[in-house]
Every structure is written in structure tokens, then in C-alpha cells.
């Protein structure tokens, strides 16, 4: 069964991707080559390279020797009274996949179990002394906290802009989207001081359609949002199980932890038993698992590892008649990313197809899906979301509440290299994709909020 998104085909074609005959949606095993100082289980060596062939295939993205994956550490707030811990994106910090061109924002060095701390009132430290080159990589949001930031300023100025008749949205644009997560929350509570009104509630009154929801969820601090959209996935008649995969696949265990707890403070519900009672089977058990926020998020990869969980994965599915979901619940809910991205090549030697292709053949719906999901961000991250973004637009209409939900949560991490990766996959812009299909104030601002 195909996800929107997720189409049999694999990723929409782009120059030497994919080889003739391949059936995965992500490059065969050996084209990348793992970091110097990590040989494989057996010592042996990864293939090279092949020749103009790759995902995403143009640009150097990502660049030989890994892919990019997670998202940095700070910048978003988590939300208040959720317990202390990194920023929205923080990832398990990855073992050795760079390539960015970008300025370093961030670093994250491999090696024991991730200590990630939050950088976000400061400026983030060097990398760590010793690492090799491919041991640190940068991920790198669109939007920036604004320098010589005052909050009583820019309340004064959204005042102006709703205040009488008519309302200036173009000032509204130009303040949020230059400022942080973390300083929307200040000038909402500057509003409130110097105004006695609620600044959410004015610009509802103010504002309408999906502008009015792309400013809404800017101002909702990250944890909250993540929250909110997965208990309105689950709210009334049906459950939009792709935000539920969208957000408990991809993020990190600090992260999970806070969603549940804020899920439980703000609507006092207990998401395990929302998600009991609006899924079913082995999906519904693989989001209790990653409910759980316990992936091991050691760093070090373990070749002889990757290669019995590989092995355990082909005699659970290709392997026998029959599919044993259990089997692979286990394994791509508790390894950490940069594991499974080894087993994902260690499994492709051993069943000369490759584990995405394989859980296309063993399973279907929902957990098919939430399944791939995990391991495209293993493979890349910023893949997968500009491949949501891509099927959110592409097409009649516009699943705008993705495109929303996407821009936003992703705005302060990786944007930019979500960005690169979805011009190398469609040969288009994303700025010029949301131009052809959006209009007005909602154009204006989601392309403040891209950048060009």
C-alpha cells in the first residue's frame, strides 16, 4: 500500500537516480561510505561510490560519506513546566554524517550516549577537540533569533497593525517571521503587559483562513504545537494517522517525553490511551513504542550489531512465509538512527534488496508507513520532510495544515537543508512550488519564512 507521499515508484526522478532495476526509494547499501576509523563488521570495506548516481544525486547533497540527519539542538523552547531538556529538533546527535556547506550553527560529536546540551541563549561551542571532519555536521534553520530583539517594541508595533480600521499584515509578517520561537513567546507576554489584552486573541479577531493558522501555530511554543497537532489528529470522527507518524517517528526521546507530559498538562489526557483507542494492531503498538521516548541514542555504531539485526530482519519477513511484525517493532523502535542506517546496508547484502523495499513487500497501511518513516530519517532526514512538503502541494489543492504544520516546526533546524535537498529531488524551488500554490498575506508570509 502507498502512502501520498511515499509512492512505489520511489522519489520522482532526478539525473542518475534511480540505477535501472532498483526497487528502493533510498540508494543501495555501499553507496555511501561510512566515516574513516569504522570499518565494517568482518573488516571489510564498503563499496565506493558509483559514478553520477546518488540521493539526491545533484549538488554534492548529501556529500559522500553519510547523510545529514538531525536537526540541531536549541532555538526552539520547550514548552513551560515540561521537564528540563534540549530545544524542539534536538536529534540523537549523529556519528559522522556531514557535507553541509553551511555556517556552523551547531555541532554534535559522536561517542557515547548523546549529551546534548541547549545552546539556545548563546552561541554554540566549537566542535569538540580530536573528532574527525566527518564527525560533526551542521543543520541550519531559516530563521535566526533577531538581534538587538526588544519585545515591548515589537508589541507596540503589532498593536499599530491591528489597531482602527484595517489591519497592516505586512508589518505583522515582517515581525514574526524574524523572530525566534523563543521571542514570539516574549512579545506575547509583553503584549499582555503593556495592553492588558491577549495578543492570540487579537490577531483571531484580526486575521482569518490559513494565514490566521500558519500565525497562530508561530506563536504556540514548539512542545505545545507538537501536542496540539497530535491531539487534533486524534480529536472527533477519523485520525489523520499521517501527522501521528509525521511527528512520534522523527522525533527525539527528550522531545517525545515532553509532548506526552504536555499533552497530559494542557488536555488532560493520557496519549497512550488516545492512541489505543484510535489505532489498532501493529501500528498502534509501534506508536505506543515510540511513545516511549526511550531509543538508544548511543552514537557508536556497532557493525556486528547491525549485521545480526540485519539477519534477524530477513528471517522475519523476505526470510519465511509469513511476516514477524514484532521483530521489526523492536528494531526500528530502539536503535538509534545512525544503527539502523548501518543495519539498512548491512540488510541489502544479505537479501540483495533494500529494507525499505522489503517492508513495501511484508507489510501495508498505516504501519507500512510509519515503519519507512523511521528509516528515511535515519537514512535523511531533511528528505523526508521535503517529500512531505513536495505531496502536500502537489496536485489539485493543498494540504495546507502540512505545509503549516512542516514549515513551521522545522523552520528553526534544518529549513535550509530541507530546502537544498527538495530542489536536488523535484528540480524545482520550494519557495517557487509554494508561490504557484498559495496567494496573498499566507504566500507572503510562508516565503518570509523560507527565504528565497
Known sequence: MSYPGYPPSGYPGFPGYPPTGQESVYPPAGQYTYPAGYPPAGGGTYPAAPPNAGY???????????YP???????????????AGPGFGVP??????????QPPVQSYGGGGPAQIPDYSGGQAPSPMPGLPAAMVQYTQGTIQAAPNFDANRDAEILRKAMKGFGTDEQAII???????????????????TMYGKD?????????SGNVEELILALFM?????????LRHAMKGVGTQERVLIEILCTRTNQEIRDIVNCYKSEFGRDIEQDIRADTSGHFERLLISMCQGNRDENQNVDYQKAQEDAQRLYQAG????????????????????????????????????DLLSSIDREFSGNVERGLKAILQCALNRPAFFAERLYYS???????????????????????VQIKQVFSQMYQKTLASMISSDTSGDYRRLLLAIVGQ
Request: with cysteine; charged share 20%; aromatic share 8%.
Open 56 to 66: 539526491p544525486g545533484a549538488a554534492g547533497y548529501p556529500a559522500p560519506g553519510g
Open 69 to 83: 540527519g538531525a536537526p540541531q539542538a536549541g532555538g526552539m523552547p520547550s514548552y513551560p513546566g515540561a521537564p
Open 92 to 101: 540523537p546527535a549523529g556519528p559522522a554524517f556531514g557535507g553541509y556547506p
Open 174 to 192: 515582517n515581525v514574526v517571521a524574524n523572530r525566534s520561537n523563543d521571542q514570539r513567546q516574549k512579545i506575547k507576554a509583553a503584549f499582555k
Open 199 to 207: 495578543l492570540i486573541k487579537d490577531l483571531k479577531s484580526e486575521l
Open 221 to 229: 511554543p514548539s512542545t505545545y504545537y507538537d501536542a496540539w497537532s
Open 318 to 353: 523476505e526470510g519465511r512465509l509469513g511476516t514477524d511484525e514484532s521483530c521489526f517493532n523492536m528494531v526500528l523502535a530502539s536503535r538509534s538512527f545512525p544503527q539502523l542506517k548501518a543495519t539498512v546496508e548491512a540488510y541489502s547484502r544479505i537479501a540483495n534488496r
Open 393 to 415: 502541494m502537489k496536485g489539485a489543492g493543498t494540504d495546507d495544515s502540512t505545509l503549516i504544520r512542516i514549515i513551521v516546526t522545522r523552520s528553526e533546524i534544518d529549513l
